[in-house]
Nanobody, 113 residues
Framework: QVQLQESGPGLVKPSQTLSLTCTIS????????WSWIRQPPGKGLEWIGY???????GYSPSLKSRTSISRDTSKNQFTLQLSSVTPEDTAVYYC???????WGQGTQVTVSS
């Protein structure tokens, strides 16, 4: 019954900040750890980072310098911000609770001028 939905611009220009929001319905973000994962074209899934109810975050070493994850418990949402994007950041982006097995359907983000 729990559903996750990613939202945000599908096109981002190089050097700008990619910003996505995950909205959770039928559940709460107060209990599990919530993650962002992406899949570039022709590649496998890449874990970006996570956030828990206490606001503790963890990021992939390859992306942590550009990544910020936050949450709004009152809105049942958490967000991803990836700064200074390049075309290599083009991917399908997913939000998920890995511990609970909940995934969004994914949203395509293209970085292009």
């Amino acid at each position: 019954q729990v559903q996750l939905q990613e939202s945000g611009p599908g096109l981002v220009k190089p050097s700008q900040t990619l910003s996505l929001t995950c909205t959770i319905s039928g559940g709460s973000i107060t209990t599990p750890v919530w993650s962002w994962i992406r899949q570039p074209p022709g590649k496998g899934l890449e874990w970006i980072g996570y956030i828990n109810y206490d606001g503790i975050t963890g990021y992939s070493p390859s992306l942590k310098s550009r990544t910020s994850i936050s949450r709004d418990t009152s809105k049942n949402q958490f967000t991803l911000q990836l700064s200074s994007v390049t075309p290599e950041d083009t991917a399908v982006y997913y939000c998920a609770s890995l511990s609970m097995g909940y995934w969004g359907q994914g949203t395509q983000v293209t970085v292009s001028s």
